[in-house]
T-cell receptor
Framework: DTGVSQDPRHKITKRGQNVTFRCDPI?????LYWYRQTLGQGPEFLTYFQNEAQLEKSRLLSDRFSAERPKGSFSTLEIQRTEQGDSAMYLC?????????????FGEGSWLTVV | AQTVTQSQPEMSVQEAETVTLSCTYDTSESNYYLFWYKQPPSRQMILVIR??????QNATENRFSVNFQKAAKSFSLKISDSQLGDTAMYFCAFMPQGGSEKLVFGKGMKLTVNP
């Protein structure tokens, strides 16, 4: 098991362009989360999937953001018409509940710079 | 809504010494978990230690231990025998039990271990 993997690790895009990030969770983890982290801040929750169902979305997730998790495996996070304020690190995390509870494991993140 | 406060933005410690990182939180939930995560420079968020709120015994993981004061809503992390590899951002996080069980993070604290 290689942990949570994210691709690309870094992306520089021009304002107004669309970008897509991919996340491959730890195998057999049925829960998947997306967070956003800006410099000097802790991660902020964006959205949550249980299997293929998107069960919760933060108000931070504007209409320009969409996330999917087809077949309950990998997930994508797309940002349309990017703005400079979208520059941040986008973190994916996965977990699976066991008898000791829910522990969330993070990927290395995808850095987005909008110029 | 839950909030997590890390009042010390930055600390430094000499190698082999002991350091304590403070964290307070606010919630009306009765069942929850608390976590400390470590984020080395340009690297992924790593789980350091976890505490279930229903457990009175403080969690320990090798050189890392917590002081959990439920009534005071305080959750501090003690690092013993500090090592250079402990240099990182440290984030305190809260997770309510049930539902999406998403993490709510503090702003983080930068710890530097000096040789």
């Amino acid at each position: 098991d290689t942990g949570v993997s994210q691709d690309p690790r870094h992306k520089i895009t021009k304002r107004g362009q669309n970008v897509t990030f991919r996340c491959d969770p730890i195998s057999e983890h049925n829960r998947l989360y997306w967070y956003r982290q800006t410099l000097g801040q802790g991660p902020e929750f964006l959205t949550y999937f249980q299997n293929e169902a998107q069960l919760e979305k933060s108000r931070l997730l504007s209409d320009r953001f969409s996330a999917e998790r087809p077949k309950g495996s990998f997930s994508t996070l797309e940002i349309q018409r990017t703005e400079q304020g979208d520059s941040a690190m986008y973190l994916c995390a996965s977990s699976s509940r066991d008898i000791s509870g829910n522990t969330i494991y993070f990927g290395e993140g995808s850095w987005l710079t909008v110029v | 809504a839950q909030t997590v406060t890390q009042s010390q933005p930055e600390m430094s410690v000499q190698e082999a010494e002991t350091v304590t990182l403070s964290c307070t939180y606010d919630t009306s939930e009765s069942n929850y978990y608390l976590f400390w995560y470590k984020q080395p420079p340009s690297r992924q968020m790593i789980l350091v230690i976890r505490q279930e709120a229903y457990k009175q015994q403080n969690a320990t993981e090798n050189r890392f231990s917590v002081n959990f004061q439920k009534a005071a809503k305080s959750f501090s992390l003690k690092i013993s025998d500090s090592q250079l590899g402990d240099t990182a951002m440290y984030f305190c996080a809260f997770m309510p039990q049930g539902g999406s069980e998403k993490l709510v993070f503090g702003k983080g604290m930068k710890l530097t271990v000096n040789p």
